[in-house]
């Protein structure tokens, strides 16, 4: 989320987010970091509870994307001018409708691919509006990128964490031997941030199989 924000996206204070999923797990993050680096943020989520979350964090609208275009929305929300970013992890469905919510110049950052990889678009609106398209994975990396990504999330983002601006949203911690039940709790839908799996050296070795 970091390094496709503020690195590749290069979100500037002023700017404007929006960050789709906003009460999952990346999207609390994204909402906290770009409200604390000076970004009015827009997030979407699924449920009134989980856009009330997204509020709560700090975003200035939540937008239900399932009672509401969120295209509209956006479009009404900033007057018609568009966001200069979209973290999107919905990817195919949401491609041409991430394009039409982009301000001039502005820059979709594709992070994940839940609703899946493929879509048909027309390039038009890229021309005309200068609109980016990027994105990115972690765990190809080297080492010394990681490195870099770590260092920078150090220098940047811990003090906010010292201080209290930004904090990691757990919604519940299993021991690792009820990992089931932590998919089970991730596939109702109903928590807001990470679920946790906690290991104790020693007491979790792998059974065989
Ligand atoms: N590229 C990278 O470096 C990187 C790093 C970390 C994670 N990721 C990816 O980012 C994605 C999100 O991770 P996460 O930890 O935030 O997961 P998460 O906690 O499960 O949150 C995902 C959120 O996406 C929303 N969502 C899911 N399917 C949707 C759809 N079809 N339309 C609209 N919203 C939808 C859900 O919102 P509601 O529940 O409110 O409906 C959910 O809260 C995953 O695909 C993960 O693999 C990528």
Redesign the pocket.
């Given at each position: 989320?970091w390094?496709?924000v503020f690195e590749r996206g290069r979100l500037q204070p002023g700017q404007t987010l929006l960050v789709?999923?906003?009460?999952?797990?990346?999207?609390?993050?994204a909402i906290q970091l770009g409200r604390a680096f000076g970004a009015t943020v827009i997030a979407?989520?699924?449920?009134p509870d989980?856009c009330e979350a997204c509020l709560r964090l700090g975003a200035s609208h939540a937008i239900d994307?399932?009672t509401e275009d969120f295209v509209a929305r956006v479009r009404e929300i900033t007057a018609g001018r568009g966001v200069d970013l979209v973290l999107d992890?919905?990817g195919g469905?949401?491609l041409a409708r991430n394009l039409e919510v982009l301000a001039r110049d502005g820059r979709l950052l594709?992070?994940?691919?839940?609703?899946g990889a493929r879509a048909e678009i027309s390039l038009g609106p890229i021309l005309q509006r200068r609109l980016w398209i990027t994105?990115?994975?972690?765990?190809p990396r080297s080492v010394e990128e990681k490195g870099l990504i770590a260092r920078a999330l150090e220098s940047r983002v811990w003090p906010l964490v010292e201080r209290g601006e930004v904090r990691p949203l757990v919604h519940a911690t299993f021991p690792l031997a009820r990992a089931a039940d932590a998919h089970r709790l991730?596939e109702s839908?109903g928590?807001?941030?990470?679920?946790v799996l906690t290991v104790r050296a020693g007491s979790e070795a792998p059974s065989g199989g």
């Open positions: 989320m390094t496709n789709h999923g906003g009460a999952g797990g990346i999207g609390t993050t979407t989520a699924g449920a989980r994307y399932r992890i919905v469905p949401y594709q992070i994940g691919l839940m609703g994105g990115s994975t972690l765990r991730m839908g928590y807001v941030g990470k679920i």
